[in-house]
């Protein structure tokens, strides 16, 4: 093992992603970076094709290594007099020479797009002025209000911490030819211009970006036509080993498995459909919107039939004891089973709850749109618009509002149809106000808030007293019980 020549200290990643300082290493076999966050970096000298000494401010200088198959790599926060140090140290040690390169300082927004491998290079009047990494994008797509625009979105990083800086999102205006030919073409031969120039371009991006049905590959298995609520649509979901992409009639999205957080198989009230939901953080977007939550709805009795691509031996042996080549029976439990293997994430049900109409949800109101609130056996989650996963741990109290409304005590004719159920959390000042409850569901909700340990409190902040709680002889401790989870 070689030993650490030259350390640099107080050293940034460059390009998408920046903002962590770290340590900088370099040997006679390669460089590595590593943040203090754990973020880290390891590029082999066999990798390495040419390198370039980039000014990127007064006192600033970035090293740029130019790596095989198109990629590179970036790093931040040198001082000019390191130069010759890297420039000996590339030389002696890994056969490249160390050239220095001049940035377009000019500051204007238009410029042309050339592609270096996976890399898409923004240049004006010759000069570089920034590279984008087409490798993490997320999805690009043509934005429906705009025919001459390209959207990209990049995938963020779930090992940042919250003061690290990220590239999100980036479009791109691509003009027609010239504007004397605008003038001279009708509005629809423009039109079909503007549409023509912009789809080139998305697809070459997607082309690079591996995000496109074209370039995909063989993936394990493909869920063709899943009716997914939010975001609304359906897509065809394409599984490998390490992420998933999404195919819409729109958007297309790639989402790696590390930023799977839940997986959720909640049964509908109507107990004709089945809601699986994949929890994400970060979550994706769709221009300033951003999707926390996949929500997939089968029909109960659906079945299908998928064949799975386990035919390396690798794949196999990972997944021989959680997936089979073909796979029959109801498609919910299918596609619970395959997430569950391949985000290696446990998969949520509905616990001990039981309404008064022996479901397993109860029937609200949030932000003026109907849903149902599922009471977890370690969480409250209400779908589906907007959907809100709320964790116990993360309740300071909970209010039960209107119980008695309309000059009647609980269960009298005068109480109110409805009431809210008011949460309260730990960490924000705005509660989560669940409206228009039916009024029958308040003694099974209150037990079992209860049975949970939840704080509830009076309209008026008092704590309900211990010997009010006793009076439901609801004994049983259920504190430390975790949600239940999905068996195929």
């Not at 754990?38 to 000494?53: E, F, H, P, Q, Y």
């Not at 220095?100 to 797009?113: A, D, F, H």
């Not at 997944?319 to 994430?345: H, N, S």
């Amino acid at each position: 093992m070689s030993s650490v020549l030259h350390t640099f200290p107080g050293i940034s990643l460059g390009g998408r992603v920046g903002g962590s300082k770290g340590s900088l290493k370099i040997n006679e076999v390669g460089i590595g970076w590593q943040s203090e966050s754990g973020l880290s970096r390891r590029v082999a000298k066999d990798d390495i094709m040419n390198t370039s000494w980039v000014r990127i401010g007064p006192r600033n200088y970035e090293l740029k290594l130019h790596l095989r198959g198109g990629g590179s790599m970036k790093f931040q926060g040198f001082r000019d007099a390191d130069f010759e140090l890297f420039q000996k140290h590339l030389k002696d040690n890994f056969g490249v020479t160390l050239e220095r390169n001049e940035l377009s300082t000019k500051g204007q927004s238009w410029g042309n797009v050339n592609y270096q491998g996976n890399n898409l290079l923004f240049n004006v009047d010759g000069k570089e002025a920034f590279e984008l990494p087409l490798t993490e994008v997320a999805q690009s797509a043509i934005p429906p209000t705009s025919r001459n625009e390209v959207l990209i979105e990049f995938t963020q990083d779930s090992t940042l911490d919250e003061n690290d800086e990220s590239l999100v999102e980036i479009r791109f205006f691509i003009p027609t030819t010239s504007d004397k030919k605008a003038e001279d073409n009708s509005d629809e031969d423009n039109e079909e211009e503007k549409a023509s120039l912009a789809e080139q371009f998305l697809k070459n991006i997607l082309d690079r970006a591996d995000v496109s049905t074209s370039t995909a590959g063989k993936g394990i298995v493909t869920l063709s036509e899943v009716p997914i609520l939010n975001p609304r649509g359906r897509y065809d979901i394409e599984m490998f080993p390490t992420f998933m992409k999404l195919h819409g009639k729109t958007y297309d999205y790639k989402i790696n498995y590390d930023t799977v957080s839940r997986l959720f198989l909640l049964t509908k009230p109507d107990q004709r459909h089945v809601l699986f939901i994949v929890s994400l953080d970060p979550p994706i977007r769709q221009g300033a919107t951003k999707y926390n939550h996949l929500i997939m709805q089968f029909p109960k009795e659906e079945e299908s039939t998928y064949t799975l691509n386990l035919d390396d031996a690798a794949t196999d042996a990972k997944y021989k004891d959680k997936l089979q080549p073909e796979m029959k029976g109801e498609t919910y439990k299918i596609v619970t089973q395959v997430f569950k293997a391949l985000t290696d994430r446990k998969v949520t049900v509905t616990g001990s709850f039981h309404s008064h109409g022996k479901l397993s949800a109860v029937k609200c109101s949030l932000k003026a749109n109907e849903g149902y609130l599922y009471p977890l056996e370690r969480s409250f989650f209400f779908v589906h618009k907007p959907p809100t996963y709320v964790r116990f741990e993360d309740i300071e109290s909970i209010e039960f509002a209107r119980v008695q409304q309309g000059g009647g005590s609980s269960g009298t004719a005068g109480a109110s149809r409805t009431f809210d159920l008011i949460v309260s959390m730990k960490n924000t000042t705005a509660p989560i106000l669940f409206a228009s409850i039916p009024r029958q569901e308040y003694s099974n909700l209150f037990n079992f808030m209860v049975e949970k340990g939840l704080k509830i409190v009076t309209p008026e902040g008092e704590e309900v007293t211990k010997a009010a709680l006793n009076q439901l002889d609801n004994e049983e401790d259920e504190d430390s019980a975790e949600d239940e989870d999905f068996v195929g």
